[in-house]
């Protein structure tokens, strides 16, 4: 699976942003997706994952109420919705799937990663 991510720029706080991965392949739909993000200085973390049918997700409490991801399986793509941004969100952000049966929200569980998107917001 290759993943190209994109959506990312420069945005006030209290702003939205809207995230975008597109996956390539025809097994899009057997894989969880997640987000990570990464800021400058700081160890990449856990932002959200959404499990293969869409039922499950799961939010790091820093962006819970505030984020949103979802999936479009028709169209190969995984979506996070950012809204009320605060300058602790900015970060690269990298779209990632896993194969594995869990839905898991540790980065050691994902097998594909894109190559990130960066946000920016300003205070």
């Known amino acids: 699976v290759q993943l190209q991510a994109s959506g990312g720029g420069l945005v006030q706080a209290g702003g939205s942003l809207r995230l975008s991965c597109a996956a390539s392949?025809?097994?899009?739909?057997?894989?969880?997706m997640g987000w990570f993000r990464q800021a400058p200085g700081k160890e990449r973390e856990f932002v959200a994952v959404?499990?293969?049918?869409?039922?499950?997700?799961y939010y790091a409490d820093s962006v819970k109420g505030r984020f949103t991801i979802s999936r479009n399986n028709a169209k190969n793509t995984v979506y996070l919705q950012m809204n009320s941004l605060k300058p602790e969100d900015t970060a690269v952000y990298y779209c990632?799937?896993?194969?594995?049966?869990?839905?898991?929200?540790?980065?050691?569980?994902?097998?594909?990663w894109g190559q990130g998107t960066l946000v920016t917001v300003s205070s």
């Open positions: 990632t799937a896993t194969s594995r049966t869990i839905v898991d929200t540790r980065a050691p569980a994902y097998d594909y």
């Open positions: 392949g025809r097994t899009f739909s057997s894989y969880h």
């Open positions: 959404i499990s293969w049918h869409g039922v499950t997700t």
